[in-house]
């Protein structure tokens, strides 16, 4: 049974559903204090105490920190999920599409981790885990927007983890392959066939399958625990070995 999680104090961010929820759940079950940030709650109240968050939106994260500190001086872990997808190419996406998933994948994880900042200052074993995304590593049809936006966060993560280590902040990113989440589940059913789609996607990991929310979860553990304290900037792929296999057929 993991201990180390055991009271320290965590926010997750997209804590409603998928890979956001089951982190929560894992953290909540390995002793840790967590604070589901969501626009809806969701299951967030299974595991957390739900604050809802728009990571989008300025004021709507300074309210949930204010929140936060009527209950806690300090943050030891902040897992950034929240995020929206995007289907299309270049030609496809219109520039408010472009600053919508731009300002939510990306901009959110800086509005949180910014509101995070004198929290973590706090913490003896201060994390951030950005999730990010294979499509920041490999070139995926149809998904240009949301490359893009994946893109960006792997730099962002590189770039939170060299200026805060001076403070012990570590910063890292797990990059997940196609993971078996809702928020998949709503874009298959977008496909004009939504089985054909989906083998399409579990043939594309090595693997043979989806990622499960769950296993992904667990990177984010990994990464947040107080007992990785020599890891940061570091991405951690969990795809099925689609990052790095080359496999004949």
């Avoid at 055991?6 to 804590?15: D, E, F, N, P, R």
């Avoid at 939170?160 to 570590?170: C, G, L, T, V």
């Avoid at 990113?173 to 089985?195: E, F, M, Y």
């Amino acid at each position: 049974m993991t201990t180390e999680f055991a009271g320290l104090k965590a926010v997750v961010t997209g804590s409603g559903s998928g890979i956001g929820l089951e982190t929560a759940r894992a953290l909540h079950q390995a002793g840790a204090t967590v604070y589901g940030l969501d626009i809806s709650e969701g299951e967030t109240s299974s595991v957390a105490t739900w604050i809802k968050c728009d990571v989008g939106n300025d004021e709507s994260v300074k309210a949930a920190f204010e929140e936060i500190a009527s209950l806690s001086t300090v943050i030891d872990i902040v897992s950034n999920n929240a995020g929206i997808s995007s289907v299309g190419t270049i030609l496809d996406g219109n520039s408010e599409e472009w600053l919508e998933v731009l300002n939510i994948n990306v901009v959110g994880i800086s509005r949180v981790s910014s509101a995070a900042y004198p929290f973590l200052l706090k913490s003896k074993t201060a994390s951030i885990v950005n999730t990010c995304s294979i499509a920041a590593t490999a070139g995926l049809p149809k998904r240009a927007i949301y490359s893009a936006s994946k893109g960006a966060v792997l730099s962002l993560t590189m770039a939170m983890a060299a200026d805060f280590i001076n403070e012990k902040i570590r910063v890292n990113c797990v990059n997940p392959g196609t993971a078996d989440t809702p928020w998949v589940s709503r874009l298959l059913a977008q496909a004009d066939d939504p089985a054909e789609e989906r083998a399409a996607l579990e043939e594309r990991q090595p693997l043979g399958r989806l990622v499960s929310a769950d296993e992904v979860a667990r990177a984010i553990l990994y990464l947040a625990s107080p007992l990785q304290a020599s890891t940061t900037g570091t991405a951690l792929p969990v795809d099925g070995g689609m990052f790095g296999l080359r496999l004949p057929k």
